[in-house]
């Protein structure tokens, strides 16, 4: 059984912490590379990774010089993410649409949602940073690493507290040793894991 609620920017102190505390951290040990690695862990129709790739876009703007930086987004689900690679939503699903900023990203796509509302596309100049892959948490996965931050969240509530541990664990092998961790709203490490310290609100 899966559950695909999600949003864009959901849980918006997550977003915040990415673009002004994360990024700049890892971006004063990354020099030598410039190289930044993403992941989606349980990405459903999108809109996490393709939030997590604006605020990342949003984080490079202005520098110097270009840096290398990747979300890789995956669902157990292929039917979402199929529909997350094709990256149309409802217009009314974005938070602040209507503004130019934020335009930036989307472009009109043709007709319109059921509920009447216009269809838009991510820009094609977004979508390049992104892949797509169906993948299952506890089966082998084929990225190496190292990984610079995970967004795994609102999943491991519906796991036992040892597949958990079993997750958390396999997180800690594959992240680089200052990388971060994002999970739910709803759940912890209290029962996880000793890998991981807190540095914010459900943030690792």
């Not at 990024?23 to 997590?52: D, F």
């Not at 157990?76 to 602040?96: F, H, K, L, M, T």
């Not at 094609?124 to 089966?139: E, G, I, Q, S, T």
């Not at 079993?166 to 990388?179: C, K, T, V, Y």
Request: aromatic share 12%; charged share 25%.
């Amino acid at each position: 059984i899966t559950t695909n609620v999600t949003a864009f920017f959901r849980e918006g102190h997550h977003f915040t912490f990415l673009r002004d505390e994360a990024v700049p951290q890892l971006m004063k040990t990354r020099q030598a590379t410039r190289r930044l690695r993403i992941w989606s862990a349980a990405c459903s129709t999108g809109q996490e990774p393709y939030s997590i790739a604006i605020t990342m876009a949003r984080a490079m703007e202005g520098l110097a010089y270009p840096w290398d930086w990747k979300v890789l987004a995956t669902d157990i689900d292929s039917n979402v993410v199929a529909r997350a690679q094709a990256g149309v939503y409802g217009a009314s699903e974005i938070p602040g649409y209507e503004t130019a900023e934020m335009r930036r990203w989307f472009q009109r796509a043709d007709g319109e949602t059921p509920e009447g509302t216009a269809r838009v596309q991510v820009s094609d100049a977004l979508r390049k940073a992104l892949y797509f892959r169906v993948l299952n948490l506890f089966h082998q996965w084929p990225m190496q690493g190292p990984i610079d931050v995970i967004f795994c969240r609102n999943v491991v509530i519906y796991f036992s507290k040892e597949d958990r541990r079993e997750l958390f664990n396999r997180f800690a092998q594959i992240m680089a040793p200052d990388g971060y961790l994002f999970i739910g709203h709803s759940e912890s490490m209290l029962d996880g894991t000793d890998k991981f310290e807190a540095v914010g609100r459900t943030i690792y």
